[in-house]
């Protein structure tokens, strides 16, 4: 199957947010997925994107003018401040009908030629830790999993959080 | 309570921002791996596009044994959940040892968090190394939970040589 590989656009939102969907349904989260077309508009295709998209498109099955999502990542840059600019892979999906044709390599090598072009010094992403598939597919490339060699550990504040520190404590 | 002032870092803070940064990594053994330089921090973070942003702590410049100003600092950057949207990444966070235990790491913390609440991101996220008992603590005590232990995440990394094998197949 040919497929083609190409920056998204502000008129790719809803195939984005259909694929972010699927990959939550997935895991068994598709009801966490708050984000609208609205937002996704606006943080990505604004005047500061805050995230960055690749689409992986084929031809219809009818052989027509048709062109199908069906593909994505998310990424955006981050930096270590050892070394600098590093791109994180923040999410990373190809349709269950389309898999095992080279379209996630191809993907994870446009990202790289992409990393390389803006000067990264590394791609960083976490994996769910019973995801073998995923492991096994990011380590056969030379992923080194920080979490085992390094012990790090990913946290979070959530909003509540957020808000309790923000406001000063009662006196 | 400290004398101490936050503000967000100036181009001029480049030079203490690049002390800090070694200083947090000597604590941790790793300073020879910083190979970040001056320019890099005022080109990344001061251009036309900036990678990072950071807040620094300031004292009177007589009150700090060594005569610097910038005693503390905090790397922060935005990023994006694809469920929920903007989110504030806290990279590094560091306040000088004589400077610990007056309020200046929750002050940043609490500056940080008014920042995550006004851009309208819906938390804050960072990383912290499982055996540093003491951080783990100071943020648990503020709410923080540990989702490598509650999701089972685990961070990884493609470095640049294997990056560069990707390329080129």
Same mark, same amino acid.
């Given at each position: 199957m040919d497929y083609k590989l190409r920056k998204a656009e502000p008129k790719d939102v809803p195939d984005i947010l259909r694929l972010v969907k699927e990959l939550a349904k997935y895991e068994e989260?598709?009801?966490?997925? %708050?984000? %609208?077309e609205k937002d996704l508009l606006e943080d990505g295709?604004?005047? %500061?994107?805050f995230y960055h998209c690749i689409i992986a498109e084929t031809q219809g099955e009818n052989g027509g003018e048709d062109l199908n999502v069906v593909g994505f990542a998310m990424y955006y840059f981050t930096y270590d401040p050892w070394v600098g600019k590093q791109l994180y892979l923040e999410e990373f999906y190809v349709m269950d009908k389309c898999r095992g044709l080279g379209i996630g390599s191809g993907i994870l090598r446009h990202l790289s030629d992409l990393a390389m072009k803006t000067r990264c010094t590394g791609m960083m992403f976490v994996v769910a830790e019973n995801n073998e598939p995923s492991v096994q597919f990011y380590k056969r490339r030379g992923a080194e999993d920080l979490s085992q060699e390094e012990g790090w550990r990913l946290f979070r504040f959530d909003k509540d959080s957020l808000v309790k520190m923000a406001t000063p404590a009662e006196e | 309570m400290a004398n101490f002032v936050l503000r967000p870092a100036q181009p001029k803070d480049v030079s203490d921002i690049l002390r800090l940064i070694k200083e947090l990594a000597k604590f941790e053994e790793? !300073?020879?791996? $910083? $190979?970040?330089t001056e320019k890099d921090l005022l080109e990344d973070g001061?251009? !036309? &596009?900036?990678f990072y942003h950071c807040l620094v702590a300031e004292v009177p410049?007589? &009150?700090?044994s060594q005569g610097f100003s910038v005693i503390g600092f905090a790397m922060y950057y935005f990023t994006y959940d694809p469920w929920i949207g903007k989110l504030l990444y806290l990279e590094d966070f560091y306040v000088m040892q004589e400077f610990r235990g007056l309020g200046i790491g929750s002050q940043i913390l609490k500056v940080l968090s008014e920042i995550a609440v006004k851009t309208r991101c819906s938390s804050m996220h960072f990383i912290v190394a499982e055996n540093n008992k003491q951080s783990i603590e100071f943020y648990k005590r503020r709410g923080a939970a540990d989702l490598s232990s509650q999701e089972g995440w685990r961070l990884f990394e493609i470095q640049k040589e294997d990056l560069l094998k990707m390329t080129a197949k």
């Open positions: 989260m598709e009801s966490q997925v %708050t984000l %609208t295709f604004g005047e %500061t994107p | 790793m !300073e020879e791996k $910083v $190979v970040l001061f251009g !036309e &596009h900036p410049r007589d &009150h700090c």
